[in-house]
């Protein structure tokens, strides 16, 4: 009896130590909500309470160990219903941090004494465990480190998904076969190692591959933006020298003063907007000309109207020219395709505060929370094709909090109300 109620007591600080961890690695503090007293004391004594049941009434090993697993996984959604990956990488960050910080304490004990009774040693470890977590908690910032844990293709992830299927392993051979697990613990140790070490190289390789591709897509696609843009001058140069030489003509053929005011001012008017159409070329960002260059052409060839402002022609931002050319493309062309043609649309670009300010505005219907939550969802698209379609907005949204930018989509209406507009701004 006992026995059974050290067991107990040690659950109780084994969730103790996960709501420590949990809610520092989503960081939610302690005045939450979660933290309601009804709730934290249903989960302090009735999940520990299943996982004694469990232990004293399962006799297999992996059936027993299964049994905890979905218990854990049921308290992390009663206390913070978090989505299924975050359910996963919480629950392989806490058995990874804390399998490791025990070992140590237990290592440690064990150079001083042999005699150790594993029950009552492990209230002691565990109440060591939650204090050196509570400490590293108010030490570093967690949330973080979780939000980066999260994203994909990262050689921290591997990592911590290596050590934790390792240490799963020599769990199992400590409590099931304890006697290989001691004879063979250094040749175990160094298979870990290898294997570890073998995946981060490959993580590394593959990584390196798949900068060099990405680098080698970007050269190509920024080669194709700046030709288009090289062509589109020459044409207009020609364009320009030609109605130059209309110019220069004209004395010949007017035949009085004020018919040759008229014709000049017919001119004068043209050749003011191919030198605004050209002020583009004002931008620090050069890339980014050549994507509103090639937008232009684009829009004229459909048969609509993109309008351009550029407040600012001294861009300041950290990020990259190859992902501000991700993000102004996956807006205007959003623009464009929800453009009815022969109806105009419009782009403004700014810089303020070392933050780059996009906005695009066209037709569109009423912006609903509904539709404002989907829109940025993977995989959603109003378009027929819908396996090409429903990536844009949702990377869009991925680069943007990548740089801790902010994105809002609103609507305005035309000065009689009969037009609805979609302005879509974003700051990063």
């Known amino acids: 009896m006992i026995y059974s109620f050290i067991i107990y007591l040690n ?26 007293f009804r709730k934290l004391i249903i989960y302090i004594i009735i999940f520990p309470l299943l996982g004694l049941i469990a232990e004293l009434i399962i006799d297999s090993f992996a059936l027993q160990k299964l049994t905890l697993l979905i218990i854990e996984i049921i308290s992390i959604i009663y206390m913070y219903n978090p989505r299924i990956s975050d359910i996963i990488s919480l ?40 204090i050196l977590v509570y400490i ?22 591997l990592i911590v998904i290596n050590a934790f299927a390792f240490l799963q392993i020599i769990d199992y051979y400590y409590k099931v076969k304890p006697d290989i697990y001691n004879m063979n613990i250094i040749f175990i140790g160094i298979c870990v190692l290898i294997v570890i070490t073998l995946n981060l190289l490959i993580a590394y390789e593959e990584q390196r591959l798949l900068q060099k591709e990405i680098l080698l897509k970007n050269t190509e696609f920024n080669s194709s933006l700046m030709q288009e843009m090289i ?11 030609d109605r130059l030489n ?46 509103i260059f090639s937008k232009i052409n684009e829009a004229k060839s459909i048969n609509k109207h993109l309008n351009v402002t550029i407040t600012n022609y001294n861009i300041t931002t950290k990020v990259s020219e190859n992902e501000l050319v991700d993000i102004l493309s996956i807006m205007i062309n959003n623009m464009l395709d929800a453009t009815p ?12 505060n070392s933050r780059i300010i996009i906005k695009t505005k066209n037709e569109g219907p009423k912006i609903t929370p509904t539709l404002q939550e989907k829109l940025f ?11 090409s379609h429903g990536f844009g907005l949702y990377n869009l949204k991925k ?7 902010y994105f809002m989509v609103m609507n305005e209406y035309s000065p009689d109300k009969k037009k609805t507009y979609i302005v879509f701004t974003v700051e990063v």
């Open 231 to 241: 062509t589109e001058i020459r044409r207009t140069q020609h364009q320009y020298e």
């Open 399 to 405: 680069i943007i909090l990548n740089y801790d930018g």
């Open 11 to 36: 659950y109780i600080e084994e969730y103790i130590l996960y709501i420590v961890l949990y809610s520092a690695l989503l960081g939610i503090g302690f005045k939450s909500e979660h933290f309601r």
């Open 136 to 157: 590293l908690t108010k030490l570093i910032n967690l949330h973080p480190f979780f939000h980066y844990l999260t994203k994909e293709n990262n050689p921290l992830k």
């Open 341 to 352: 043609t022969n109806e105009a649309c419009e782009v403004t670009l700014g810089s303020k």
């Open 91 to 130: 629950y392989i960050i806490n058995y990874t941090l804390t399998y490791i910080i025990q070992e140590i304490i237990a290592f440690t004990a064990h150079l001083f004494t042999s005699n150790i009774d594993n029950y009552r040693f492990g209230l002691l470890a565990n109440l060591l465990t939650i």
């Open 377 to 387: 969802t993977k995989g959603y698209t109003t378009k027929e094709d819908i396996k």
């Open 246 to 291: 209309s110019i220069i003509s004209l004395v010949n053929v007017c035949l009085d003063y004020d018919t040759l005011k008229e014709e000049l001012l017919k001119y004068s008017d043209k050749l003011t907007i191919i030198t605004n159409e050209y002020d583009i070329l004002k931008l620090n960002y050069k890339l980014l000309a050549a994507l």
